[in-house]
T-cell receptor
């Protein structure tokens, strides 16, 4: 099936540990995104990438890092520098054209204790 | 920077009542999109509006893009329990980045 796969769906980590969330897409989309959603809140952009080996900071990039070594993959690392990492993380992708829609993965719930 | 606000933040209706959510941007938008996120799910694309004053309908849902291309609305006629979820608008401005609104959570009581 075509789509965006995020893993793991649920993740628990101890404070101070880095954690990497996986995102893979087989839609052949050039652009990929990471959003953070806190309970009852909207979507905030963490990082985005429009081409392999290039990415830009979004609105809340501090404490996060990404890589884009392959077109299909855009992993997000939540580092120990992120002050409040517990949240729902959504990966998304889209074609590059400005009129195109964004397709979301099913999300990853990260709980840091 | 560009901001997109939605009101209300939360709306509780009886099944069969109408519902409207409004989206306002601080800057002119090239297009606006609407997404629905079911409880526990991920946002799913509903529609895109591009032209000034554009109105589009999907069954009981009516979407409108303002004349100045800075605001939009989603109206649901005769809500059903399947309409429950959070509705997000997302506007694309001069930077070409898609900025999501704060969302409106709709609760429908049977």
């Amino acid at each position: 099936d075509g789509g965006i796969t995020q893993s793991p769906k649920y993740l628990f980590r101890k404070e101070g540990q880095n954690v990497t969330l996986s995102c893979e897409q087989n839609l052949n989309h050039d652009a990929m995104y990471w959003y953070r959603q806190d309970p009852g809140q909207g979507l905030r952009l963490i990082y985005y990438s429009q081409i392999v080996n290039d990415f830009q900071k979004g609105d809340i990039a501090e404490g996060y890092s990404v890589s884009r070594e392959k077109k299909e993959s855009f992993p997000l690392t939540v580092t120990s520098a992120q002050k409040n990492p517990t949240a729902f993380y959504l990966c998304a992708s889209s074609p590059l054209s400005s009129g195109n829609t964004i397709y979301f993965g099913e999300g990853s719930w990260l709980t840091v204790v | 920077g560009q901001q997109v606000m939605q009101i209300p933040q939360y709306q509780h209706v009886q099944e069969g009542e109408d519902f409207t959510t409004y989206c306002n941007s601080s800057t002119t938008l090239s297009n606006i999109q609407w997404y629905k996120q079911r409880p526990g799910g991920h946002p799913v694309f509903l529609i895109q509006l591009v032209k000034s004053g554009e109105v589009k309908k999907q069954k009981r849902l009516t979407f409108q893009f303002g004349e100045a291309k800075k605001n939009s609305s989603l109206h649901i006629t005769a809500t059903q329990t399947t309409d429950v979820g959070t509705y997000f608008c997302a506007g694309r401005g001069a930077t070409n980045k898609l900025i999501f609104g704060t969302g409106t959570l709709l609760a429908v009581q049977p």
